[in-house]
């Protein structure tokens, strides 16, 4: 073998590149209203300071009433920036906002096929696809990991620790503490719930809607406690 093979062979092995299941906070803009999106985003940070603090979040302007130039975005980016988020990528771009968002160092993201406000629609039919095999984890799932049961539900065995995140495109089962961040139904599924026997977690989701531990009622945590969506809120159910 050549000098130079051996060092593409080692340069391969050395690197890879592979799609990834992300899951981030997104920002809707239905009008142009600077100052009602300051009142908005300061609400937001001040419920929960430790989960916007230098949280990626993806703007989605495809429900803009306005489709043409967004003379503001510029702004918008910088509002973001300044209550500590990190602006990633925009979505439901015209050219001329592409244009804008390149211009910012932002990526232009793919238009989801499932918007959250079309949650009766598309939750009904991701509800109707069939669901993989389940993934069970029967270890505790430390600080710092992230598990994706893609297609099924997720049993977890073990607890979960803070600092972590467990993901399932459906139901999420936790035998364990859950302390960690919990997103079941992440492709849209409205049907999708967590069962936990001990909640404590930092951040719990069901198709997009979230709740956070500020914001969690004092008389679920620690308890078995199933979490449904009822229209667009969370709903808590002691067992």
């Known amino acids: 073998m050549s000098e130079a ?3 593409t062979e080692r340069v391969a092995a050395a690197f890879d590149m592979k799609a990834g299941q992300f899951t981030l906070p997104i920002l809707i803009l239905r009008e142009i ?12 940070v001040a419920r929960a300071p430790s989960f916007f603090d230098r949280a990626p979040v993806a703007i989605d302007l495809s429900q803009l009433s306005e489709r043409g130039q967004l003379s503001d975005f510029p ?20 050219a001329e906002q592409q244009a804008q968002a390149v211009a910012l ?7 989801s096929r499932k918007t959250s406000s079309a949650a009766s629609g598309a939750s009904s039919q991701a509800a109707d696809k069939p669901r993989g095999r389940s ?22 065995l073990g607890g979960v620790s803070s600092g972590a995140e467990v993901i399932a495109e459906g139901n999420i089962h936790a035998y364990g503490p ?27 989701s069901i198709a997009g809607r979230y709740r956070v531990s500020e914001n969690l009622d004092a008389r679920y945590l620690g308890r078995a406690v199933q979490i449904s969506l ?10």
């Open 33 to 44: 209203n600077l100052e009602g999106l300051e009142v908005f985003l300061a609400q937001h």
């Open 105 to 111: 160092e932002l990526a232009i993201l793919p238009t």
């Open 178 to 204: 859950l302390r960690g961040r919990a997103m079941a139904g992440v492709k849209g599924d409205a049907e999708a719930r967590i069962f936990c026997q001990v909640l404590g977690a930092e951040l719990v």
């Open 5 to 7: 093979s051996a060092r």
């Open 75 to 94: 702004i918008v980016v910088g509002m973001l920036r300044g209550h500590g988020m990190r602006p990633v990528g925009v979505r439901g771009a015209s």
């Open 230 to 239: 009822t229209g667009d809120a969370l709903a808590f159910d002691l067992f």
């Open 135 to 156: 993934l069970v984890i029967d270890k505790p799932v430390r600080s710092g990991q992230r598990i994706y049961a893609d297609h099924g539900d997720l049993v977890l």
